[in-house]
């Protein structure tokens, strides 16, 4: 019941639910074991028109996380209204973070494993270990100088 | 009164050094509420300026509904150039209320957004959203205040760290630093001199939370490293409006906040003794700033009186 909900991709109704599990179970007793999914926290619902959307609770944070992401982006002077943890680095903030996280020794490698990973974030590569040596290699480079 | 009936509108230009000086010398708790507060009193009193110089200068034209004698002969002998100045504060007071409008009703509507997204989550202080964007950041509401944090970020910290992260934005939340916030934005909108005081304010409401993290989790370095790791693995671009003077540009808020976690705490008392060059330039710019604000409401203060004397009700 809940794969079937969340590969609805979003709200769904216990219509649906009860149609795409295609067994011969009674639209009550899919309502019945939704509510008991409900009681354990496992899927939430809302209220639309007449009856209820169910939605399955990993989907629920996924869904906010969606939300959440519209919000940001609407608000283009982010730090306006919302105290983020960090704000944007400027072009050389970058260097001297780095430099100033490598004067505690055991940091150094730490920022350099950082970069690495965030390379990997933006190239969307996935874990190439090559890639992130180099990048803790560079970086311990720059450190020393 | 001549020329000094223009001064609160001017006078914010002091705040500038002030802002300088408090954001280094002052423990951050002491500057952001020092900063907030003379931010208001300027703002206010620019305001009030603003709206007597409208008053005095539009009162006697035909077609405005103010009582003439608000702007009887011996009043506009108070303000020079009181016609030109009354014309020009009309639209200027326009622009300064739309623009604080509009910022309360954005603050307001991205606070009630921002809510509605997470209302279908479990109710938890720490709302954890699953996201390929790492970012954190307090959600101040009264009693729903919660801690957004996408799995990202938080994938990419170690337990103290994240620890830091939380001791950090509990700090935002319980010190209520969005007023503090959204009470100098307002001010840079009625008076663009006090736009650096906005700036600093949002520096030293992250120091504030930095230094009560570090005290949590007792220890600034580890506070340091994760706002650096944080940012190195978030590295958004800069604001546009930065880009163009990158060559000149100070080193940003992120590394000035760790190079401050990784020196000394900052005392804890809230004000250095007079005797040292650090005293001596606080208490200066403190003083100088109290004389700003006080000249600034004297000039209000004056000008309404000669308005009530003028009025004949």
């Keep these: 019941m809940l794969s079937a909900l969340r590969d609805a991709g979003g709200p769904a109704t216990a219509g649906w639910v009860q149609e795409r599990l295609g067994s011969d179970l009674a639209y009550t007793t899919v309502i019945t074991i939704l509510t008991r999914l409900l009681a354990k926290g496992a899927v939430t619902r809302e209220r639309v028109g007449r009856s209820f959307a169910w939605l399955a609770v990993a989907d629920q944070a996924g869904l906010a996380a969606r939300k959440m992401r519209r919000v940001l982006d609407a608000e283009g002077d982010r730090g306006a209204v919302l105290a983020s943890f960090v704000t944007g680095l400027g072009p050389d903030d970058e260097r001297l973070l780095r430099e100033l996280l490598g004067q505690s020794r055991d940091a150094l490698g730490e920022s350099g494993d950082a970069l690495g990973r965030s390379r990997d974030a933006l190239g969307q590569s996935g874990d190439v270990p090559g890639q992130s040596r180099d990048a803790l290699g560079r970086s311990r480079d720059g450190g020393e100088d | 009164m001549g020329v000094f009936v223009f001064l609160p509108l001017v006078l914010p230009l002091t705040a500038w050094p002030v802002a300088r000086l408090a954001e280094q010398h002052l423990h951050p708790r002491t500057a952001t509420r020092l900063l907030t507060g003379v931010a208001a009193v300027m703002a206010v009193c620019s305001t009030v300026c603003l709206g007597l110089l409208m008053v005095v200068g539009?009162?006697?034209?035909?077609?405005?509904?103010?009582?003439?004698?608000?702007?009887?002969?011996?009043?506009?002998?108070a303000v020079p150039y009181d016609e030109v100045v009354g014309r020009a504060a009309i639209p200027a007071l326009c622009v300064v209320a739309l623009a604080c409008a509009r910022t309360l009703w954005r603050h307001g509507r991205t606070r009630r957004r921002a809510h509605r997204a997470l209302a279908g989550l479990p109710r938890t202080e720490v709302a954890v959203l699953p996201d390929a964007t790492p970012y954190a950041y307090a959600l101040p509401g009264g009693r729903r205040d919660r801690i957004v944090v996408t799995t990202a970020l938080l994938d990419r910290l170690e337990p103290a760290e994240r620890r830091a992260l939380f001791a950090h934005e509990r700090a935002h939340l319980a010190a209520r630093h969005h007023r503090h916030l959204l009470a100098v934005q307002l001010a840079a909108r009625a008076n663009p001199f006090l736009r650096p005081l906005r700036t600093a304010v949002a520096y030293t409401a992250e120091r504030w939370a930095d230094e009560d993290a570090a005290?949590?989790?007792?220890?600034?370095?580890?506070?340091?490293?994760?706002?650096?790791?944080a940012a190195l693995v978030s590295r958004a671009a800069p604001p546009a409006a930065f880009v163009g003077f990158a060559g000149f540009a100070a080193p940003g808020p992120v590394p000035r906040r760790v190079a401050a976690l990784l020196g000394p705490a900052p005392l804890g008392r809230r004000w250095p003794s007079v005797f040292t060059t650090v005293g001596l330039a606080a208490w200066g710019a403190a003083a100088g700033t109290a004389v700003s604000a006080m000249s600034s409401a004297n000039s209000a203060v004056t000008m309404i009186f000669i308005l009530h004397a003028a009025t004949p009700l």
Excluded: C, H, M, Y
């Design chain 2, 58 to 77: 539009t009162a006697q034209l035909p077609g405005n509904p103010l009582p003439d004698g608000w702007s009887d002969p011996e009043v506009r002998e």
């Design chain 2, 215 to 229: 005290q949590k989790v007792g220890s600034r370095r580890t506070v340091a490293r994760a706002i650096g790791r």
